[in-house]
């Protein structure tokens, strides 16, 4: 299983998915309408590195979190 | 260093001891900057959510970059609610010269602002509302996204 956290304002309980891959994520993820905007301006993490591609695989025990606009200070 | 407080900064004592940890370090320059909450938009104050993993890797990374230029960073940073007038944020750069210190600090906070995994929250009208309209996107943000 692979968890998946929604941090900050993103105001989702997290999700335990059987998934290998980013793509797989998007394609769940896009079928939620409350979470359309949240894609289109969150960055992702996975076992909490930022990632730039969806290219990436993911194994069972991974974390992948979504982190929303930052503005800390 | 990096540190993180529930609530508003000890301001004075977090520069006081800042200071005296690195008397006599030989550092020529000591530059410290503290945000502060405003009143603005008729906030009562302003409240933080923090990811303290990728906080802390960003903050490391950055303590390397100051240790190339024989530099170090300290910054401390609230958690939760902070109301008018306390204070939120400081970022203190120590070096051996001036111009180092103050190219440094500037980068520094400026990378803080676009990259440190903080979110914030205006107190308003005994609401908790996220600043989104000052907030910015990390870079690589939005690929999971239908156009990403």
């Keep these: 299983m692979v968890r998946v956290e929604f941090l900050g304002p993103i105001q989702k309980a997290p999700l335990e998915l059987e998934i290998t891959n980013l793509n797989q994520l998007a394609t769940i993820l896009q079928d939620d309408k409350d979470m359309l905007e949240w894609l289109e301006n969150s960055a992702v993490a996975v076992n909490d590195t930022i990632v730039n591609s969806l290219d990436i695989e993911i194994k069972d025990g991974d974390k992948v979190s979504l982190l929303p606009p930052v503005c800390g200070g | ?148």
């Design chain 2, 1 to 148: 260093m990096l540190k993180l407080y529930d609530g508003a900064l000890p301001v004075s004592k977090i520069l006081k001891e800042w200071y005296e940890e690195e008397s006599k370090s030989n550092y020529g320059a000591y530059i410290p900057f503290v945000g502060t909450v405003r009143s603005e938009d008729g906030i009562d104050g302003l409240s933080f959510d923090i990811y303290e993993p990728i906080l802390e890797s960003w903050f490391s990374a950055w303590q390397d970059k100051a240790k190339e230029k024989g530099a170090i960073i300290k910054m401390a940073h609230s958690r939760g609610d902070v109301m008018l007038h306390e204070s939120s944020y400081i970022a203190s750069v120590f070096s051996p010269k001036r111009r180092v210190a103050l190219e440094f600090i500037d980068e520094f906070v400026e990378d803080f602002k676009a990259s440190a995994p903080i979110w914030k929250y205006d107190l308003k009208d005994s609401k908790r509302i996220y600043a989104l309209d000052r907030s910015t996107e990390i870079k690589g943000s939005g690929i999971l996204g239908v156009n990403g």
